[in-house]
């Protein structure tokens, strides 16, 4: 815990008072060093502050943090030697959670800093509580990637900004060949494996900016951030080929793989809504599966092409 | 009743008899009060009452914290008036501050020389 008192005999004797209770104590002789101390990484959550001290006071010290909202809760006693009740408002008004007088009576001061510990302790609960919550409402279940909710709103942002920037993203539907089979042949906990680890292996293969969500059973949804129209498909067989490079390590035995993609770049359709869009890559994952699957194929405005297309040709359009 | 100057006693049970930490406190009791002291002169010499109500405000303290409860008294009553610029309400009051301690400071040499030995 943080004491910050500017008189050095109040500060010893503080100090020594609550090493004797069990507390690691840092020390600070002003706010200014308070507050430097209190909004580090790791700092100290419980602090006792003298009122008056030289230039920031203990009352400012408490303005101060209470106005940054970003980090976790600080339990913040005041450590005053006036009486009158007015300062007491004024002192619990600026965000400070407590105050005691000086003197400070030793019996009194540790059942007011277990009173602030047990106040921390609740606030790490719910903090916990609703991450957790945060993490279950936002990600799937199984694979912990971005659901289908979350998947699309950040890619309909993406898209968004992409087009305000004048770059591309571009939207990558995935589906595992076969999955039902995999499923018959092995049963469904292997099947579970086999989609935790292409969802893992998708993830990996992106840059951290870039987005992987779980579409819908064994289809994924990859968003690439910023990329260049001309390397997408490269970095689509780059992720077919993490799928079928290896056989997949199951509970029960390697399984081998793959998937086929549906690209559509959002360069290529400047005019579609992200629905549309979306139709247009899944389409071009239709095209992917009818071609053989294990491939990928490329949605353009006038319908789908091959990855070794440099120009779209009347030939090679599958129309929907 | 009378107050008393110095309840050593009760500070001894607050500290939980620990006398080398009674000594340590003493020892920057001392040092400090001399400074703040010497801070209150200079303050009543230059009529700044600010600089006079914050060096009473830490004796205050360090008195309080002391059990020198007479003298915590006056400091409280020199920083009260100090706050409120009465020139000579404050010098009295800091002279009266000053007699009490001479008082008390031999008392805290005999305690720091008697722990030592």
Redesign the interface.
């Known amino acids: 815990m943080l004491v910050a008192e500017d008189d050095a005999l109040s500060r010893t004797l503080l100090e020594r008072t609550l090493q004797r209770a069990g507390y690691e104590v840092i020390s600070v002789e002003n706010g200014a060093q308070a507050i430097a101390e209190l909004v580090k990484e790791d700092a100290p959550r419980l602090a006792l502050l003298d009122w008056i001290m030289p230039e920031v006071d203990g009352v400012e010290v408490c303005r101060e943090l209470r106005r940054r909202k970003d980090q976790a809760y600080t339990y913040l006693i005041l450590l005053s030697s006036r009486e009158s009740k007015e300062d007491i408002v004024a002192g619990l008004e600026s965000g400070a959670d407590d105050y005691l007088t000086k003197p400070f009576n030793v019996d009194e001061l540790k059942a007011r800093l277990r009173t602030g510990l047990r106040i921390l302790e609740l606030e790490d609960h719910l903090v916990e509580a609703r991450e957790s919550m945060r993490f279950q409402a936002t990600h799937d279940l199984l694979t912990s990637l971005w659901n289908r909710g979350v998947i699309v709103e950040l890619m309909t942002h993406e898209i968004m900004r992409s087009r305000r920037e004048r770059s591309c993203t571009s939207v990558m539907m995935c589906d595992i060949d076969h999955f039902k089979a995999v499923n018959d042949q092995y049963g469904h906990a292997t099947g579970d494996d086999v989609l935790r680890e292409v969802a893992r292996r998708l993830h990996n293969s992106v840059r951290s900016y870039d987005m992987v969500g779980r579409y819908g059973g064994e289809e994924f949804l990859v968003a690439l951030n910023k990329c260049n129209p001309g390397s997408a498909i490269s970095r689509a067989e780059n992720l077919r080929n993490k799928i079928a490079g290896r056989p997949i390590q199951t509970a029960n035995k390697p399984v081998s793989v793959t998937i086929s993609i549906g690209l559509a770049l959002s360069t290529e359709f400047t005019e579609c809504t992200i629905e549309e869009i979306m139709h247009h890559a899944d389409m071009a994952l239709y095209a992917a599966k009818a071609a053989g699957r294990n491939c990928v194929r490329v949605a353009r405005p006038s319908g789908i092409g091959t990855p070794t297309d440099e120009q779209p040709k009347e030939t090679q359009v599958l129309t929907p | 009743m009378r107050q008393p100057k110095w309840a050593l006693k009760e500070l001894i049970d607050?500290l939980?008899g620990d006398r080398e930490?009674l000594r340590?406190?003493l020892v920057?009791?001392r040092q400090?009060v001399r400074v703040n002291l010497q801070k209150s002169h200079e303050a009543i010499g230059s009529s700044d009452y600010e600089q006079l109500s914050?060096a009473a405000?830490?004796m205050?303290?360090?008195l309080?914290?002391?059990s020198m409860d007479v003298a915590a008294e006056t400091a409280a009553a020199l920083e009260t008036a100090s706050r409120e610029s009465r020139g000579s309400d404050s010098k009295e009051l800091l002279e009266r501050l000053e007699k009490e301690l001479e008082e008390i400071l031999p008392e805290v040499e005999s305690q720091l020389a008697g722990v030592r030995s």
Do not use: A, P, V, Y
Request: without cysteine.
């Open positions: 607050r939980d930490f340590e406190l920057i009791f400090d914050r405000h830490t205050k303290g360090m309080r914290n002391l």
